[in-house]
Each structure stands twice: as C-alpha cells, then as structure tokens.
C-alpha cells in the first residue's frame, strides 16, 4: 500500500513558477512509474508530465519546455518544477503512482494550481 501526498500548490501569477512536491510512503518506491495528472474545472483528466522508474521522462505538448519532472527516490519524492504558467495551467494537479511490474496504481488526493493576476 502507497499513500500519497501532494504539496505547494496554491495561487501564482502568470509567467510565475512554482514546484509541486509527491511524497510516497511505503517501500519500493524506486519500482514506481510516478506521473502528474491535471484536471481543469469541467474537464477530463490529463496526464502533464511522467517520469519511469527508470527516469525516462515524458510531457505533454502543452507543457513541454515549462514544466519538469524529477525524482529523488532515498526521499520517496517526485516533484514538479512549473515555469512561466499560464492561466490556461489552473487545475488540480494529482500526483500517480503505477507500480512497473504489475498493475497497481495509486492516486494523491490532489493540490490546486490557480493561476491568475
């Protein structure tokens, strides 16, 4: 069983940045396919960024040259660096976890990312 928990969302200016924290409890964090997912109000979820156990790391077109991802697996943490957001970036951001060799897979419980002057 993994548990979760978002942290530093919250209320940024266009053209700001801010770093979201995904801290894992649990072991085997290392065996976890990790990924940030988006959802704006009225829309479907959306997969923003992943990073593989591996540290192979994907993004989505829309993000793509603002947003990183990384992980520090001796702290159990992904994290996602946000740079020059836009207003069209306000959603809550949920942090996942898939497990690379079988399938189990883990939602946070979300962080909101308001992004507006």
């Known amino acids: 069983q993994v548990q979760l928990v978002e942290s530093g969302g919250g209320l940024v200016q266009p053209g700001g940045s801010l770093r979201l924290s995904c801290a894992a409890s649990?072991?085997?964090?290392?065996?976890?396919?990790m990924a940030w997912y988006r959802q704006a109000s009225g829309e479907q979820r959306e997969v923003v960024s992943s990073?593989?156990?591996?540290?192979?790391?994907n993004y989505a077109a829309s993000v793509k040259g603002r947003f990183t991802i990384s992980r520090d697996n001796a702290k159990k943490t992904v994290y996602r660096q946000m740079n020059s957001l836009k207003p069209e970036d306000t959603a809550v951001y949920y942090c996942?976890?898939?497990?690379?060799?079988?399938?189990?897979?883990?939602w946070g419980q979300g962080t909101q990312v308001p992004v507006s002057s």
């Open positions: 996942n976890a898939v497990l690379s060799i079988r399938p189990v897979e883990y």
């Open positions: 649990g072991s085997i964090f290392s065996l976890y396919n």
């Open positions: 990073i593989t156990s591996s540290g192979r790391t």
